[in-house]
């Protein structure tokens, strides 16, 4: 005999934009596993990051990969503010372990959040398919396109700002879209999605 | 201040545990890891649950302790109750200890930590840390409030855990494979913690444990969850464990029933004579030799094992056994060629070397892989792909680049010498922990290298995957492999034989043959 | 490397025993007015105070430097892509094909390198001198942030040093399988991707562990109490009127330099 148990009840009454625990804890994670992995990829590809030096607006070919957190976060936790609280967790985090100082880190973590939030928020936390996934990525491109022209690259003539953007956007689509797409669809083969509503259901 | 030794009653009384047909079925999947359990568990009985892997025993604990989830997760059936209200109802009635002593420390320092669920209940600040000093005192972890929760050991860790749900003062105490992670000096000292805090708190206990002997002496009580659903043994003991059926049934299930050694398969299929597993040296000849070899996980961390003179041939099984953190991994990678030797010698004898130019850890990848393979604790560290097929091509086609027929020919045969036929679809990360095991292993020997290094083997294992392990590791010493092996695992060293290396203190001692009857 | 980022060693001073939200507020402060604008003189100011401060936060120079000389890097390669790329008016001081720079441009790029050490420094002081716990019990207590955030993300970072460890050990065993030994570039990429998401398979099942663990041990209801109080004290009332002056005097200096230059402006 089945019966109706209290936490089918307690469920009942739940919306479903609130974070359960677990919801929490792993998006904590994600973020610090990002930000660790930012630390491994300053550690041992610095080479790159000297290339861009050369010519400052590439710099933003290569910003994607600060914005895998927030995308990767949004489209596995699917609550409002998942993407925001990932992103500024691994911005927390890469200056924990050192690789970048200040709290205007932070604020930069949240500007590029915001980018991606927005664009989960414009499909109401609904949708997560590959299309709404490389717009969350272009969103937090832009986003730190614009946070960085104002707060660093401020004295640059306008040209260049605006290449400095198209760059970011290019980033923010093929590695902050695309890679966190394709990691989701990876873990939900994994298993340790499972309790998650991105591992069971394949919507995309 | 409240008195150190509080009286039973203070503490909470202990709490009756009733199933009437639960069951369990997790969101998404088509069977129940759980169905039709029914049992009364009176307050202040200590309880073994017992059951094949994938008996749910588990998820029974977690059902217990109320953490689930909710019915987004999952559909429950039947009832649960601890002293008659939903188990969601009384958290903090119960206290959960799990397996792994890493992933169940919260806070940074020792006594957050075990004031965590006191906070969580809303407790007034006095009354939390009294009961803090109250449960560290209780568990006997004598270290001060500020102490790093990482500084711990496996065994403190566990004691911890137990010392952060014994602050909650729980009715029940819930422990899932407490100490499967444990080195044996761990086990022991988590046991006879469980023990003292049992005698002071009278709480009802419900410990899932593989090795039976362990708990044997401290329970009265044994259940045992049937795989196909429903409760196939429950009552004391000694009429669980001899009666007749049901000792049969555990020791098929792959539990460790006092008295019973798992029996081994002695006559394996060797590759050799197919040759699956290409040719291997004649037992005896030397592959690799150590001498004044000092091992350092990283340059900057500083040796941790000094003086290893040692040598290693075809045929040969080596144990590195030892305490927990005395470098025994480490000394295994850079035997493996995957750490860079802090000073003296490591050399590969030319039957090991054929040609590879360098020291071991500077051969490249393909050099590598076809001579030494190294299995590490955590299989899936070591997966690549996201099918098992895939898995046990990647080495003789990327990495070796051999002939596609030779990969055919080698991925046919070793996925039916390690019973991977079936599963060749799948995804590794998604098969059983015995499967993952066999997989991980199968992945190195596709190349065929001469020394296989195994980290912990036998770690966490039923009777059944173990018995498996060793009867496999032993067929590859028969063929002419060296099989090196990180191992607490007393048992697994005797039957495999061979030499012992005893790692303490920062140096290494070559110990007795374990057996006489293999080494050749 | 053990990472012991939880419970640092902190350097003894009383801004170490400062409540931490008066030290986020002090170099939010600072933080603030040096963004605001681009112009040698205010991120002087404040990099100048910063670096007379440092004896009275007990933080040496050594210890700075350990840390910090990433950011000195940082700051370089800031100044210089400002004044290569800022708008070229003034007196050319160098040519050389594509390379142009003129006095204002390397007015603009000496400006932002100053600012972004100005920023930059306060984040380190922070570093060096707050306990993450006590971050946590101030911005739970104090601050009113929702607290299962707020130790969710606490016990997350946590397993900083975990992960670390667990990167490096990926990185053994799939050199053992034969990947990440090769030199071509696009292998690399792929080694380094294929890790990272071994990294997050491992991340998300200890974390889904942890957060059982958490659960059974009532974490997650409306209503928990503390521990440990986070208090105010006069020390917090000091370092609060620090930051004010110091962001103050910068002010005060760039515009009667007549140098102050704000960025939305």
Redesign the interface.
């Known amino acids: 005999m089945n019966t109706v148990t209290p936490s089918a009840q307690a469920a009942a009454r739940k919306p479903r934009y609130t974070w359960r625990v677990v919801d929490i804890v792993v998006a904590s994670v994600i973020g610090v596993a990002i930000g660790v992995i930012f630390w491994a990829w300053s550690a041992g590809y610095s080479g790159i990051a000297v290339l861009t030096a050369a010519f400052p607006p590439a710099g933003g070919l290569y910003a994607g990969g600060w914005l895998t957190a927030g995308v990767l976060g949004g489209l596995l936790i699917r609550k409002p503010g998942a993407a925001i609280y990932c992103e500024v967790l691994a911005a927390a985090v890469s200056s924990l372990l050192g690789t970048q100082f200040g709290l205007t880190v932070l604020l930069s973590g949240l500007i590029q959040g915001l980018g991606a939030e927005l664009v989960f928020l414009l499909f109401l936390y609904k949708k997560f398919n590959l299309g709404v996934s490389l717009l969350a990525g272009l969103g937090a491109g832009l986003a730190l396109a614009i946070g960085e022209n104002i707060l660093w690259n401020v004295e640059w003539a306008t040209d260049w700002k605006l290449w400095y953007t198209l760059f970011a956007a290019i980033s923010g689509v093929v590695i902050a879209g695309l890679l966190p797409w394709l990691a989701m669809r990876g873990l939900a083969k994994t298993g340790a999605l499972s309790s998650f509503a991105a591992g069971r259901t394949a919507d995309v | 201040m409240a008195t150190i030794q509080s009286t039973t009653a203070e503490r909470g009384h202990p709490a009756a545990v009733t199933a009437e047909g639960y069951g369990w079925r997790h969101a998404g999947r088509k069977d129940p890891a759980l169905s039709d359990v029914s049992f009364r568990i009176e307050p202040g009985e200590r309880v073994l649950l017992l059951g094949a892997s994938g008996a749910g025993k588990s998820t029974l604990l977690h059902a217990i302790a109320g953490v689930l989830g909710d019915d987004g997760e999952g559909d429950e059936a039947g009832s649960l109750a601890v002293d008659g209200m939903h188990p969601v109802q009384s958290r903090g009635r119960t206290g959960l200890v799990l397996q792994d002593p890493e992933s169940q420390v919260v806070m940074a320092r020792v006594g957050d930590e075990v004031a965590f669920g006191a906070e969580n209940m809303a407790l007034p600040r006095d009354e939390i840390w009294s009961r803090v000093r109250e449960s560290l005192g209780d568990v006997g972890l004598e270290v001060p409030l500020d102490h790093a929760t990482t500084a711990l050991s496996g065994g403190q860790k566990q004691r911890l855990a137990l010392a952060s749900v014994l602050a909650m003062r729980p009715g029940v105490l819930l422990l899932d494979e407490p100490t499967a992670n444990l080195d044996p000096d761990g086990v022991l000292e988590v046991r006879d913690a469980v023990v003292g805090v049992l005698e002071r708190t009278g709480a009802t206990l419900i410990v899932v444990e593989h090795r039976v002997a362990v708990w044997a002496d401290v329970v009265d009580r044994v259940i045992v969850l049937a795989a196909s659903g429903g409760v196939l043994a429950d009552g004391p003991p000694a009429d669980v464990l001899n009666a007749a059926g049901t000792r049969e049934r555990l020791i098929e299930a792959g539990v460790w029933v006092p008295g019973y050694t798992p029996r081994l398969r002695t006559s394996l299929p060797t590759g050799g004579g197919n040759g699956s597993d290409g040719g291997h040296g004649t037992p005896g000849t030397d592959l690799l030799r150590a001498a004044d070899l000092s091992v350092a996980r990283t340059r900057r961390a500083g040796p941790v094992v000094n003086k290893v003179s040692l040598e290693l041939a075809a045929g040969e099984a080596l144990s590195i056994t030892g305490p927990n953190g005395a470098g025994k991994s480490t000394l295994a990678l850079t035997l493996a060629g995957l750490l860079t030797p802090a000073g003296g010698k490591l050399e590969a004898a030319p039957e090991l070397r054929r040609g590879a130019a360098g020291t071991v850890h500077k051969w490249k990848s393909a050099e590598l892989v076809t001579r030494i393979g190294t299995v590490f604790q955590e299989p899936e560290h070591q997966f690549l792909t996201h099918r098992v097929i895939d898995e046990l091509e990647f080495g003789p086609r990327r990495v070796a680049r051999l002939p596609e027929d030779e990969v055919r020919r080698r991925v046919d045969a070793i996925a039916e010498r390690l019973r991977l036929t079936k599963l060749l679809q799948a995804n590794p990360f998604t098969l059983s922990g015995g499967e993952k095991r066999r997989l991980s292993v199968a992945t190195m020997l596709a190349t065929s290298p001469d020394i296989l290094v195994l980290d912990e083997p036998t770690f966490g294992q039923d009777a059944n995957t173990w018995a498996e392990m060793v009867s496999l590791l032993g067929g590859l010493i028969a063929d002419g492999h060296a099989v090196v092996s990180v191992t607490h695992d007393g048992d697994f060293t005797a039957a495999l034989g061979g030499n012992v290396l005893r790692v303490a203190d920062g140096t290494a001692q070559l110990q007795a043959p374990a057996t006489s009857g293999r080494a050749a | ?1 053990s ?5 640092p060693r902190l350097t003894a001073s009383p801004f170490t025993r400062a409540n931490p939200l008066s030290k ?1 507020a002090a ?2 402060m600072v ?1 603030v007015v040096v ?1 605001l604008s ?1 112009d040698w003189v205010s991120a002087g100011v404040v990099l100048a105070a910063e670096l007379l401060l440092m004896p009275v936060l007990g933080i040496s120079a050594w210890a700075l430097f350990k ?2 000389w ?2 000195v890097v940082a700051a370089l ?2 100044a ?3 004044a ?5 008016t003034g007196a050319v001081v160098f040519e050389a094909g594509p390379l142009l720079f003129t006095e204002d ?1 390397i007015n ?2 000496v ?2 390198g100053l600012r ?1 050490l100005a ?6 002081f922070l ?1 060096l001198t707050t306990d ?2 006590d971050l946590a019990d101030a911005l739970a207590q104090k601050l009113k942030l929702p607290h ?2 707020v ?14 460890d667990e ?4 990185g ?8 990440g ?2 030199n071509k570039p696009l292998a ?1 990429l792929a080694a ?30 409306a ?7 986070s208090t105010f004290s006069r020390v917090d009332i000091w370092v609060f009127l620090g930051g004010a002056l110091v962001s103050a005097a910068a002010v005060t200096a760039a515009v009667s330099a007549g140098t102050w230059n704000f ?2 402006g």
């Open positions: 490397m990472l012991d980022i939880m419970t986020l170099v939010a933080t963004m681009v840390r910090g990433p950011l390669v800031g210089y892509g400002t290569l790329l800022a708008e070229k441009s603009s790029g400006a932002i972004s920023v930059a420094l306060p984040g380190i570093l993450p716990t299962r955030f130790l969710g993300a606490l016990a997350g970072l946590r397993l900083v040093g975990l992960l670390v990167w490096r050990t990926l053994l065993a799939r050199r053992a399988r034969g990947v030994a090769e690399k380094f991707l294929g890790q990272a998401f071994g990294l997050i398979v491992q991340a998300i099942r200890r974390a889904t562990r942890l957060a059982v663990a958490m659960e059974a041990r009532g974490f997650g209801g209503q928990r109490t503390w521990a440990r109080e960025i939305f």
